[in-house]
């Protein structure tokens, strides 16, 4: 690897701004030394993903150590709560997620979810939240959205990333709404490959953009771009690489003056069209100010390309000296923001910023904790479980059983998590009801196992199945079709987009997978109805 050699007081300009519009990760629980350095370099911000955590304590120390190098650094997380967790990616999440929210509908609730969330990362020393989505998820196949959307109305969805915004940013951390200008009308992955929304321009107007006109009103202080294809606001590059969508509509038409980041630049949409380094160098000249990269690639090598790209480009003429000055000062513009909270200073939002610095702050849209959002411990509005109280309101309860009375036999329909959720966090009743419900077990069944070996296991304990978006899993209808003949007064749990008819003798719909959404299902069953 050839890097740069930095001669001039121009070069550390460039190569400062080159790495200060970074977004990267790492491996392991602590910060490797190539981090560090990079850091104290100009290195503005660092990603942390599942395998950075093993507890708050241990989160806690690790940022401190980064401020030590830098205490302007950004560190940023992909906290949604719900199916997608890191702070809580061992245990699964004490926050339902967005689709359990949506279905309450109380957007007080989401905003006092979001605050509680924000403090407990800002606890840790993360001051920048990669969330919340704003997709309106109208495909029910989504295979990547569902649960992560708070629904399929565009109003539903607006009032509740509002408020989510507003919750978020009163804990002193970034919100970041994404994936611009949106993800929920697809049916492909974007890390697997690159999505197409084929929709008419009027109809991306009212669905796909009427959360994200929301969020800009509200005072977002960042926007993630999608990787996918809409052909009816650019034919040739996906949103990421647009600089129609992300300079003519996002900043120009819709106004928005806060951070652009994009999603991974490793996933498949990008990097196995365009590659990582020129797919960067192309996002930054459309609009972007910050390139998210670390999910998959998470080395140093990775920044030293990313880096050398775009100080390449710029040396070339592909990149606009002044398109790479203005993004690194935004980035700067909103370490400002995110240190003002972490000192006890009046809450203000960087406003548009230039390749000479920042325009003057304004008040964030975001409220402060009082009426609408909780106060302190100490105050009468905050509540340590609020968690579980959303998740037992989020409930969809159909149908009847009493109370066991005996052990129960818990089964989990398990189809392969995609790679946002990830494949580390556990899901399912088992260990709830095996608390509440003595000498119930429990036991995981793919899409090869027949129904009869499910009811052998069982054997005369009551059944309770729990499924993940069953509608897009035929091999889960027909293991239901086989135990439901067999055994009517088996108790359904649909912890995924709940689009099935209800099925069983007491069907319960919890809206997500979340740690929190288990206990509250298993109360139910538990106690009976």
């Known amino acids: 690897m050839t890097t740069l050699v930095q001669g001039t007081t121009t070069d550390d300009t460039l190569t400062r701004d080159a790495l200060t519009v970074l977004q990267p990760g790492f491996d392991g629980t602590r910060a490797p030394d190539w981090l560090l350095r990079r850091v104290g370099e100009g290195l503005a911000a660092v990603g942390l993903f599942g395998r950075n955590v093993a507890d708050p304590a241990q989160v806690a120390a690790l940022t401190a150590e980064l401020r030590a190098e830098n205490p302007d650094v950004l560190v940023a997380i992909d906290e949604e709560s719900g199916d997608v967790t890191r702070l809580e990616v061992h245990t699964g999440s004490s926050f339902p997620g967005n689709h359990a929210l949506g279905a309450v509908d109380d957007p007080a609730l989401t905003r006092e979810v979001a605050y509680a969330l924000g403090r407990r990362l800002a606890e840790c020393g993360v001051d920048f939240n990669w969330a919340p989505s704003a997709d309106v998820n109208s495909d029910p196949g989504n295979p990547v959205i569902g ?118 630049m490793e996933m498949q949409a990008i990097s196995a069209v365009y590659g990582i380094e020129r797919g960067s160098v192309l996002a930054v000249a459309a609009g972007a100010d910050a390139l998210c990269v670390g999910g998959g690639l998470n080395d140093e090598d990775t920044v030293l390309r990313l880096r050398d790209a775009l100080v390449t480009a710029v040396r070339t003429g592909e990149l606009a000296e002044e398109r790479l000055a203005d993004a690194a000062a935004r980035v700067r513009a909103l370490a400002s923001w995110t240190r003002s909270h972490r000192s006890g200073s009046p809450q203000t939002e960087p406003g548009a910023a230039s390749a000479t610095g920042a325009a003057p702050a304004r008040t964030v849209g975001g409220v402060a904790p009082g009426s609408n959002t909780p106060a302190d411990d100490g105050g009468t509005g905050f509540r340590a479980d609020v968690g579980l109280v959303a998740a037992r309101r989020a409930l969809a309860v159909t149908g009847a059983a009493p109370a066991p009375t005996g052990p129960l036999h818990v089964a989990a329909l398990a189809a392969e998590a995609n790679i946002a959720v990830g494949d580390e966090t556990p899901w399912g009743l088992g260990p709830d009801l095996a608390r509440l419900v003595p000498g119930s077990s429990t036991a995981a069944y793919g899409p090869e196992t027949p129904a009869e070996r499910l009811l052998a296991d069982a054997g005369d304990r009551r059944i309770v199945v729990a499924v993940r978006d069953a509608h897009r899993h035929p091999w889960m209808t027909a293991v239901l079709d086989g135990v439901l003949a067999a055994r009517p007064d088996t108790v359904v749990v649909e912890m995924g987009l709940n689009q099935s008819p209800p099925r069983g003798a007491l069907h319960i719909a919890t809206h997500g997978a979340a740690r929190v959404c288990a206990t509250a299902a298993a109360e139910v069953v538990a106690r009976g109805v």
């Not at 919750?167 to 492909?188: I, R, S």
């Not at 509200?218 to 926007?223: H, K």
């Not at 052909?231 to 129609?244: E, H, K, N, V």
Request: glycine share 8%.
């Open 147 to 264: 649960v992560r959307s708070f629904g399929s109305d565009p109003a539903l969805v607006a009032r509740h990333t509002v408020a989510y915004i507003e919750g978020m940013q009163a804990a002193g951390v970034v919100a970041c709404t994404k994936h611009f200008p949106g993800h929920g009308d697809t049916n492909v992955d974007s890390h697997l490959a690159m999505p197409r929304i084929d929709a008419d321009l009027d109809t991306l107007r009212s669905r796909e953009l009427t959360p994200f006109r929301a969020a800009i009103e509200a005072g977002s202080l960042a926007v993630m771009s999608a990787h996918i294809l809409l052909p009816a606001l650019d034919p040739d590059r996906p949103a990421t690489l647009s600089p129609r969508i992300l300079t003519g509509l996002l900043r120009e038409e819709l106004g928005y003056q806060g951070l652009i980041v994009t999603d991974g």
